[in-house]
């Protein structure tokens, strides 16, 4: 079925669903009836079959290696998967396998933990960060199948340590150690997602160090997802469709499948690989190019029987930081398509007003264009 963008002019307020609602994963996953407000509408609900997407599979290891014949082939494939669908692999990344199995198991024994030791973390309602069991603060139905816990990355803020002082501040001293893995991994996922920065650079003909230098000091999110078996998977969704409103995403899947992605007027699978990281484009990216690049739909589906996990770096730019395309991407044949923002105003509207979807960017740009009309 396919699926159309429409037009936002107005952004409807937030209801608030009942406090007594709670996603306690170890009830809910052994209920065949599941509450009326996990269960997606017949048109959203998952299909039966998801046919596999050919992701590009992209070797990084010659380009990490300094080899210039290497990037503009590794450039090549990425510009060409970017502007298709937004999504490809990245192998020979140069990230430890034994600090990504570590971050694996630090998220088991988090997601292990009994609700009310894992509510130390509580998201509070309109933040980004915290422990979210389902969206129940928010939303009042489609809600999704799963657990969250987010966390900032600073390379401004204490970029040493920022989120080992989360885990001690949130959780106590016990999960310092927690905060050490996680430390190291968002590290990681920085220098990784600054490389592939480059390769966007030249993918889209601006320099090189373009986007590595916007990106350079950034406020980027990382996210565990925990989605949990349940017992009624046709009815429900582990995250429903959307595109990430962040600029780039790096997600590392367990062994078990539940990603698909919209191409062609279909849902797609995206098998795990442990071995590689999923890299898509966000809207904030997509306006960075200037519609060039595809912020793609995406969700993620459940099963009745095993747990799914994964790890998510967002990459943000600084709050304040100006998101607008280089001149390089804008000419007589491709206008500006977006207004100016920043990132920080782009993360309040969806936390505060607008449940990220497909239509987020679209959303966001007439909001602020609406903003501006009705200022001057």
């Not at 960017?361 to 903003?371: D, H, I, M, P």
Request: with cysteine; glycine share 6%.
């Amino acid at each position: 079925m396919a699926i159309t963008c429409v037009t936002v002019t107005t952004i409807p307020s937030t209801p608030q669903p009942p406090e007594h609602l709670v996603f306690d994963a170890g009830e809910l996953r052994l209920r065949l009836d599941i509450p009326a407000q996990f269960i997606w509408p017949d048109h959203e609900k998952p299909s039966d079959t998801a046919p596999e997407l050919p992701v590009p599979l992209v070797d990084l290891g010659a380009f990490l290696s300094g080899d210039p014949a290497a990037a503009e082939e590794v450039s090549r494939v990425v510009g060409e998967a970017c502007r298709k669908h937004g999504f490809f692999l990245v192998v020979n990344h140069g990230v430890d396998m034994g600090l990504i199995s570590d971050a694996h198991l630090y998220m088991d024994s988090f997601f292990e933990l009994p609700i009310t030791e894992k509510q130390r973390a509580q998201r509070k309602l309109g933040e980004h960060c915290g422990y979210a069991s389902s969206f129940t603060g928010r939303f009042t139905s489609k809600l999704p199948w799963k657990e969250t816990l987010s966390f900032r990355f600073s390379t401004e803020e204490n970029p040493s340590g920022i989120v080992r002082d989360y885990f001690r501040s949130t959780m106590g001293e016990d999960f310092v150690p927690f905060g050490e893995v996680y430390q190291k991994y968002c590290s990681a996922m920085n220098t990784l997602s600054l490389g592939i920065m480059e390769l966007l650079g030249m993918s889209l003909g601006v320099s090189r160090s373009y986007f590595k230098e916007f990106f350079q000091e950034n406020d980027s999110i990382m996210r565990l997802n925990y989605y949990p078996p349940c017992q009624k998977p046709e009815l429900t969704l582990g995250t429903g469709p959307h595109c990430d409103p962040t600029s780039l995403t790096i997600l590392h899947q367990d062994t078990v499948g539940g990603l698909q992605v919209f191409v062609d007027g279909q849902w797609r699978s995206i098998s795990p690989n442990f071995n590689a990281f999923v890299v898509n484009i966000g809207d904030t990216f997509m306006a960075l190019s200037n519609g060039r690049y595809k912020s793609c739909l995406h969700r993620a589906v459940v099963n009745n029987n095993t747990p799914r996990k994964s790890l998510a770096f967002f990459l943000c730019p600084e709050n304040d930081k100006v998101v607008r395309a280089p001149i390089e991407l804008v000419d007589g044949d491709n206008p500006r398509i977006y207004p100016d923002f920043t990132w920080g105003r782009f993360l309040e509207f969806t936390q505060k007003h607008y449940r990220a979807d497909m239509n987020t960017l679209q959303a966001f740009s007439n909001w602020v264009r609406q903003k501006t009309a009705e200022a001057a």
